[in-house]
C-alpha cells in the first residue's frame, strides 16, 4: 500500500509536501523521483502523487485527478458533545475520529462540570490529536474540532444546517435501527451529553429545534461511551461499516 | 429510583447485605425497617427486597420473586479480545460492561505486543472494574473477565460452546447487518485482535473453528475502539439497544 500524506498545497494537477512530510517522504522512506505516493487534498478527495522534484525540505509531485477517498463515509456526521472533564473529550476525539466523524462541536450546558478556560489553547490541541488520528485511522479528510459553543442555545441554533438530528437523551424514543438507513441524511447531527447530562429545558428546545429524541437502550452509559454508541449506530445502520 | 445493590446471600426468600453496603444502606441511605430496594441476586434477577432487620454491618431482607431485569440485554456476548498493552485492556472492560457484554477473556496471540505477567493479580483488577461498571450502568448482572488465554488456539477450542462467532478481521466479509437480528442468536462470541492484529494462520484457524469473518468498514479502528464498535453493533442490532 502505497503511503499517504495530507497536502493544502495541490492544486493544477501540482502538488508539494513541506516540514515533517517532506523529510519523512525524502529521508526515511527513500523516495526517488517517479515514485507514487496517495495524497490527502484540502478537498477531502485522493490524489494519486507522482515525484518530480526533491529538495531539501520540499517534495514535489504531478497528480492525477482526485477521487473520493472509500475510507470516508456518504454522509457528513456533526456530533455535539457535552463538554466533559479534560481527557475524556480527548479520548472521544479519537475514538471519534477512527468511526468517521467530520466535525466535532463541544458545548457546554446547564448540568457541565467543565467550564471555559484557555479554550484557544485547548482547541488547537484537540485539532491536533484529530490529525493525528485521521492519520492514523487511514481518513482521506481530517474532522474539524470546533470552539467549544457557549450554552445549549447555542447548539440548537446550529441546527437548521443538518438533515436529521439525534437528540441521545435517557427519556429515549423511536429505535435508532428505525431513524437511520442507508442513504437517509446527508448531513446528520448527534447530540450527546455530559456527565451531567441534559435539563427538562433543554430537551424540549432541542425537540422544538426539529432534533429526534433516540436512546441507547436501558443500561446507563459514561458520557464517553454514548458518543462512540452512537456513531457506531450512525454509521452502520447507513451502511459505512461495512 | 429505589438504591440498588449485588448480593450474593440471597435464597429461601430472603437476603442480606454486609460489609460496605450495609454500612451505605443503613448509615448513609439511612433506610429503616420496611423500606424496599433493588436487589440483585447471584443468579442474575433483580428482586425486590423488604428491610426486615437492621444491626451494625448487616441488613436483612425478606425478597419477592426474581424477574429479569430490563437492563440485560436477551443474548449472552462474550467479548474475545487481543491482550492489550496495559491500561487499554481496562478501558475496553468498563466500555464492554456499559455496553451489555456477559463475558470478557483477554488472550495472547501470535502479534501481541503484551506478556503474560502477574495475570492473577490483575485479573482480581480486572474484575474489581467490571463489578464496579456494572454498579454504574445499572446492570443485573456482573459480567466475568475470565483468565487470559495462553494463545489464540484456545481461544478457537472455546468456540464451540457459542450459537454464532464473528471474528473481526481487516479481510472483511459479509456486512453485520445482515449476519445479525434480533433472536439470531442466545450465546454470541465477538473476536477483536491486540495492536498487532492477526497472523494468516490464526484468521485460517478462527474459520475452521466456525468464526465468521467480518469487518469494521474501511477506516482502522484502534484495538481498543474495534471491541467498543463490535459489541455496539451486536447489540444494536439484535435489539438490545433501545
Chains 1, 2 share one sequence.
Request: neutral net charge; aromatic residues 8%; glycine residues 10%.
Amino acid at each position: 500500500m502505497p503511503h499517504r500524506y495530507f497536502t493544502r498545497e495541490l492544486a493544477g494537477g501540482q502538488a508539494s509536501l513541506t516540514g515533517g512530510d517532506a523529510h519523512h517522504l525524502a529521508n526515511v522512506m527513500r523516495a526517488r523521483i517517479g515514485e507514487q505516493v496517495v495524497l490527502c487534498g484540502p478537498d477531502g478527495l485522493e490524489y494519486t502523487g507522482t515525484v518530480t522534484s526533491i529538495v531539501p525540505g520540499r517534495v514535489e509531485f504531478s497528480v492525477s485527478e482526485g477521487a473520493p477517498s472509500k475510507a470516508e463515509p456518504d454522509l457528513a456526521v456533526t456530533l455535539f458533545v457535552g463538554y466533559p472533564k479534560q481527557g475524556k473529550l480527548e479520548e472521544i476525539i479519537r475514538h471519534s475520529v477512527e468511526l468517521g466523524v467530520q466535525e466535532i462541536v463541544p458545548f457546554f450546558s446547564r448540568y457541565c462540570v467543565a467550564a471555559p478556560k484557555k479554550e484557544d489553547a485547548k482547541n488547537e490541541r484537540y485539532n491536533r490529536i484529530a490529525f493525528e488520528a485521521a492519520k492514523q485511522a487511514g481518513r482521506a479528510k481530517i474532522p474539524h474540532v470546533a470552539m467549544p459553543l457557549e450554552n445549549f442555545g447555542a447548539v440548537c441554533r446550529a441546527l437548521a444546517a443538518y438533515d436529521k438530528t439525534l437528540f441521545f437523551y435517557e427519556g429515549g424514543g423511536e429505535p435508532l435501527r428505525k431513524l437511520l438507513t442507508p442513504g437517509c441524511a446527508r448531513r446528520l447531527a448527534l447530540i450527546t451529553g455530559s456527565e451531567g447530562g441534559f435539563a427538562a429545558e433543554e430537551a424540549s428546545a432541542a425537540s422544538a429545534a426539529g432534533a429526534i429524541p433516540v436512546g441507547l437502550g436501558p443500561r446507563i452509559l459514561r458520557c464517553e461511551t454514548a458518543p462512540l454508541a452512537a456513531l457506531t449506530a450512525a454509521m452502520l445502520l447507513t451502511g459505512n461499516l461495512e
